[in-house]
C-alpha cells in the first residue's frame, strides 16, 4: 500500500487498461474451456455413435417407425383398449406399491441413519465417519445391482425390487435428511435429555417434530424417483408393469396394442404423482413459512 | 383475562393436544397397516418356499473363490487340469498348479490337511486321515470301489456311494467318479487368473519377481519390453477381459455425460421460452412447458425402447435416452430458476445501452449460472447410476456386462468385480462433481 503513493499517480487509461487486459484473459480462458467442452461433446457424440449398434444417421429417420406401428395398432384396435388398460391395472398398483413399500422402509433407515450421522445428535459420535461411508455406498449401489442378486436368490417377484429400492433410498435420503438434522435446534434437545430422556426419545420428541416436513418434502420427491425405478427393475423381471411390458414387446408386431395401453398407463401414473407431490411440496413449504 | 376465557383456552388447548395424540399414534398405524397390506400382498410367508438357499451360497462361495478341476477321463485316459473347468483357464498336459505332482502318468493332488488324492492307471484314491484310503475304478460295468471300512451301502453322509456313480465331499475338496470319468474339485480362495491368464509368462509370478522383471532389460517377449507385455497380457486378459471391463465403464460414464450436457444445453434455451418474465407469448409457454412435461413423463425406460428400435443397443440410445427425460427436468428446473432472476441486474446491463442478447448473457446467464451448474453436477453424479441400469436394458456399458455375467448364474466372482468397479465408479464421479461444485460455485452453496 505504502508503495502506490511513492509512485506516478495512476490515470484513468491505467486502469482501463488493466482492466481490459484482465477482461481479455477471462474470455480467453472461458473461450477455451467452452472450446474444450464443445470438443468434449462431439468427439462423445462421434464415439458413441461408432460403439452404437446402429448409426444416428441411418437411424434417425426410424425414430417415429415403432411409435406410428404402436400407434397404427392402438388405433386400429381402439376397443380393446379399455380392457387392456382394466387388465394391468393389478400390475400397475404392484408398481406403485413397491415403489411405495420402498420408500416408506427406506425413509424410516434413512431417519436412523441420518440421526446417527449428524454431528450433535449422534448416539456414539465416534462412530459417525462410519455412518456416513455406510450411507455413501448405499447410494452408489445402482438398483439393479442388488435387484439382479436378490432375483437369483429369492425368485422373481416385486420383493427383490422392494429390497433393492429402499436400499438405496436409504443411502440417498439419509444424506439429505442429515443436512436438514444439521439446521434443526439443539435446545429441545437439551431440554429433553435435562429431564432424563434417553437417546430414542430426545430423537422421536426433539429433533423429529423440528424436521419432519422437511423430511415429508424430500421422501415425497424419493416416491416419485422410486416409481420410474419400479418400472424399470420390472424390466429386469423385478414384476409389476415393467415385467408386462417386456413380455408385450417380447410378443412383437400385433400385440403392441398391449404395449401401447402399458405405456398409457405408465405415462398417467407418472404424470399424476409428479403433480401430486409437487403439489403437497409446495404446501409443505408455504406452510411452515406461515 | 377473566375465568371463562381461561377455561375456553383450557379446553381447546386440551381439544387441540388430543387431536395431536390421536395423529401421532394414527400415522405410526396407518404405516404398519400398510406394511402388514404389502406382507401380505407381496406373498412374504411364500418367499421361503421360493428362496434358493443353494443360489446364495454358490453366489457367496463363488465371489471370494475358485475352484480347480481335475478330470480323467476313461475313454481317452487323459487328465485335464483346469480352472473352473474353463478352456480359457486349461493347463497344458502335464502342467498344473502347484499343489499338483506329476510323475509319469501319476498325478497326485495335495488338498492339504493330510488329504491326498492319486490318479493312478485309471484308479483313484482318495486317502483321508482318520478315515483311510476310498479308491475307486471307472469301468464300463459301473464304479469299483473299495473302503476301509464297510461297504458302499454303509457309508457316512459325505460319502455318496450307488453302483455307478461315487461322490466323496470333504472340506477340502470335492471327488466324483462315474463309469466314464473322475473328477476332482479344489477351492482355493481369491480370484483367478486375475492378472495373467495361463498363457501368459507373467502368469504365477510374485509380485516382486514382477517388478525386477519390469526393470530388467531381458525381454521375456522379444519384440515387446517387458512392462509392455505386462500391460498388454493384463489388458488382453481372456478371463476378465480387463480392456473390454474398462471400455464398459468408460461408455458408461459417457453415456451419462452426453446426457446430462446435451440435455442441458437443450433445455437452456426452450427454458427462456417456457419462463414467465422472458416469454411473453402464454401459448408459447404453455406449449413448451407440455412438452418437459411429457418427455419428462414418458420416463428413460420407454424412450430406452423406442430409442433402441431405431439405433440398435449401444452408447448412443442410451445416451439420447438420458437426453430426453432430462430435457425436461433439466427446462423444469430452468425456468424455474429464470422466474426467480433479479430484474436489477437486467435493469442495470440494459442502462449501459447492451442489446436482447448482451442483457441475457451479462445480466441473466450470471444469475442462473451457480442454481444451473449445481443441478448439472448433481445429475450427472446420478446419471451415472442410470446409464449402468439403461445399459442393462439397452445393452451398452458395464450394465450389460453385469446382466450377461449374471445370466449364466456362475461366474459370480465376475459380478462382485463389476459390482466392485460400478460402485466405485458412482463413487468417484460423486466426489468428482463434489470437487467441481465446489471448485465452480464456491463452498456456500445458494446464496
Do not use: C
Not at chain 2, 388430543?18 to 401380505?40: E, H, Q, S, T, W
Not at chain 2, 492378472?195 to 525381454?219: C, I, M, N, Q, Y
Not at chain 2, 424412450?303 to 423444469?332: C, E, M, N, Q, Y
Amino acid at each position: 500500500m505504502a508503495d502506490i503513493s511513492a509512485q506516478a499517480p495512476i490515470t484513468t487509461d491505467d486502469i482501463r487498461h488493466d482492466y481490459m487486459a484482465m477482461t481479455r484473459r477471462k474470455r480467453l480462458y472461458s473461450g477455451a474451456i467452452l472450446a474444450i467442452f464443445v470438443a468434449l461433446m462431439v468427439a462423445g457424440f462421434d464415439l458413441a455413435d461408432a460403439r452404437n449398434a446402429g448409426g444416428f444417421w441411418d437411424g434417425w429417420h426410424n425414430i417415429l417407425d415403432f411409435p406410428a406401428q404402436v400407434l397404427s395398432e392402438a388405433i386400429e384396435k381402439a376397443p380393446e383398449l379399455p380392457a387392456h388398460l382394466l387388465t394391468f391395472l393389478p400390475a400397475l398398483i404392484e408398481t406403485v406399491n413397491i415403489a411405495a413399500a420402498s420408500t416408506l422402509l427406506g425413509a424410516i433407515g434413512a431417519i436412523v441413519m441420518s440421526l446417527l450421522a449428524t454431528r450433535g445428535l449422534a448416539r456414539w459420535p465416534r462412530l459417525i465417519p462410519v455412518f456416513r461411508r455406510i450411507m455413501d455406498i448405499m447410494r452408489a449401489v445402482p438398483e439393479i445391482v442388488i435387484a439382479l442378486i436378490l432375483i437369483f436368490v429369492l425368485g422373481g417377484g416385486p420383493v427383490p425390487a422392494m429390497i433393492a429400492i429402499a436400499f438405496h433410498t436409504v443411502g440417498a435420503l439419509g444424506k439429505l435428511f442429515s443436512e436438514v438434522n444439521e439446521n434443526a435446534s439443539l435446545k429441545p434437545v437439551e431440554g429433553l435429555q435435562s429431564v432424563g430422556a434417553n437417546w430414542s426419545q430426545r430423537m422421536l420428541l426433539g429433533v423429529i417434530p423440528q424436521v419432519a416436513p422437511n423430511y415429508l418434502s424430500y421422501t415425497l420427491l424419493r416416491f416419485e424417483i422410486n416409481i420410474r425405478a419400479s418400472a424399470i427393475l420390472g424390466f429386469v423381471g423385478a414384476g409389476g408393469i415393467g415385467y408386462e411390458l417386456k413380455n408385450a414387446m417380447s410378443w412383437g408386431q400385433g400385440k403392441f396394442d398391449e404395449a401401447a395401453a402399458i405405456f398409457i398407463l405408465l405415462f398417467l401414473t407418472i404424470v399424476l404423482f409428479d403433480q401430486l407431490s409437487s403439489y403437497f411440496r409446495d404446501r409443505l413449504i408455504k406452510g411452515r413459512g406461515a | 383475562m377473566t375465568f371463562a376465557a381461561t377455561h375456553d383456552m383450557h379446553e381447546q388447548a386440551t381439544r387441540l393436544f388430543r387431536g395431536k395424540r390421536i395423529v401421532n399414534f394414527a400415522i405410526p398405524l396407518m404405516m404398519l397397516a400398510y406394511l402388514a397390506y404389502i406382507f401380505f400382498a407381496f406373498d412374504i410367508p411364500g418367499l421361503a418356499q421360493r428362496a434358493s438357499i443353494d443360489n446364495a451360497r454358490t453366489l457367496v462361495g463363488d465371489s471370494y473363490s475358485y475352484k480347480t478341476h481335475v478330470e480323467y477321463d476313461a475313454r481317452s485316459d487323459a487328465i485335464t487340469v483346469a480352472i473352473e473347468g474353463e478352456r480359457k483357464g486349461t493347463y497344458e498336459p502335464g502342467t498344473g498348479p502347484g499343489w499338483l505332482s506329476f510323475d509319469g502318468d501319476i498325478v497326485r493332488g495335495d488338498l492339504g490337511r493330510g488329504h491326498v488324492v492319486t490318479f493312478d492307471d485309471g484308479t483313484v484314491t482318495y486317502d483321508i486321515p482318520d478315515y483311510g484310503p476310498i479308491t475307486a475304478t471307472p469301468s464300463r460295468n459301473g464304479v469299483d470301489m473299495t473302503f476301509p471300512q464297510g461297504d458302499r451301502t454303509t457309508q457316512p453322509d459325505w460319502i455318496n456311494a450307488s453302483k455307478n456313480r461315487l461322490a466323496v465331499t470333504t472340506d477340502q475338496g470335492r471327488l466324483t467318479v462315474t463309469r466314464t470319468r473322475a473328477e476332482l474339485f479344489k477351492y482355493d480362495y481369491g480370484w483367478e487368473l486375475f492378472w495373467f491368464t495361463l498363457d501368459s509368462p507373467f502368469h504365477g509370478k510374485s509380485f516382486g519377481e514382477l517388478v525386477s522383471l519390469a526393470f530388467s532389460s531381458d525381454r521375456v517377449v522379444p519384440e515387446k519390453s517387458n512392462i509392455a507385455a505386462m500391460a498388454s497380457d493384463f489388458w488382453t486378459n481372456k478371463m476378465w477381459r480387463h480392456g473390454d471391463v474398462a471400455w464398459a465403464l468408460f461408455e458408461t460414464v459417457l453415456m451419462a455425460f452426453l446426457g446430462t450436457f446435451g440435455a442441458a444445453i437443450v433445455a437452456l434455451p426452450l427454458a427462456f421460452l417456457a419462463a414467465r418474465n422472458f416469454s411473453p407469448l402464454i401459448a408459447v409457454r404453455f406449449g413448451v412447458r407440455r412438452v418437459f412435461d411429457f418427455v419428462r413423463g414418458v420416463d428413460a425406460l420407454i424412450w430406452t425402447i423406442v430409442l433402441a428400435r431405431a439405433f440398435g443397443p449401444g452408447p448412443l440410445t442410451g445416451a439420447l435416452a438420458i437426453l430426453l427425460t432430462d430435457t425436461g427436468s433439466f427446462g423444469k428446473l430452468f425456468s424455474e430458476a429464470l422466474e426467480n432472476v433479479d430484474e436489477k441486474q437486467i435493469e442495470g446491463v440494459q442502462s449501459t445501452g447492451a442489446k436482447q442478447l448482451q442483457r441475457y448473457r451479462f445480466g441473466v446467464i450470471p444469475q442462473i449460472t451457480p442454481v444451473l451448474l449445481s443441478q448439472l453436477l448433481y445429475y450427472l453424479e446420478s446419471n451415472t447410476r442410470s446409464a449402468t441400469i439403461i445399459g442393462a436394458i439397452t445393452g451398452g456399458g458395464i450394465g450389460l456386462l453385469l446382466t450377461q455375467a449374471m445370466i449364466t448364474q456362475k461366474d459370480w466372482e465376475e459380478v462382485t468385480y463389476y459390482i466392485v468397479l460400478v460402485i466405485l465408479m458412482v463413487m468417484i464421479m460423486d466426489s468428482v462433481s463434489g470437487w467441481l461444485r465446489g471448485r465452480l460455485i464456491g463452498r456456500a452453496e445458494g446464496h
